[in-house]
């Protein structure tokens, strides 16, 4: 069984940046891909940003595209979310998902593909 632990988060200015960090434990195939999704109050559960774990492939929603960079340390199996240039509708919950095998690597998958989720972190900005 996979654990998946986020960390990272917290309060910042509009224009600000944060990091948030997803460290995973139990993977059993040495290919998986994991992503960052983030849902705010009253609004739908939105993908943020995919990578595999070799971080060969990246994909990133339109919404955060030059300002967010996700990256993955293999060797620790932990997973980041770099933001910058926040902007108060980037206030969310950000969850980490993550998925054993190569699927996300020719097509972005809905939330109810990921297996495994993190239990969340908070990113609250200020106007």
């Known amino acids: 069984e996979v654990l998946l632990v986020e960390s990272g988060g917290g309060s910042v200015q509009a224009g600000g940046s944060l990091r948030v960090s997803c460290r995973g434990w139990?993977?059993?195939?040495?290919?998986?891909?994991m992503a960052w999704w983030r849902q705010a109050p009253g609004k739908e559960r939105e993908g943020v940003a995919t990578?595999?774990?070799?971080?060969?492939?990246?994909r990133y929603a339109n919404s955060v595209k030059g300002r967010f960079t996700i990256s993955h340390d293999n060797a620790t199996n932990t997973l980041y979310l770099q933001m910058n240039d926040l902007e108060p509708e980037d206030s969310a919950t950000y969850y980490c998902?993550?998925?054993?095998?190569?699927?996300?690597?020719?097509?972005?998958?809905?939330?109810?593909?990921?297996?495994?989720w993190g239990q969340g972190t908070q990113v609250t900005v200020s106007s």
């Open positions: 998902a993550a998925v054993e095998g190569r699927l996300c690597v020719d097509r972005i998958l809905m939330s109810s593909e990921y297996r495994y």
């Open positions: 139990g993977f059993s195939d040495s290919r998986y891909c």
């Open positions: 990578i595999t774990n070799t971080g060969i492939i990246t």
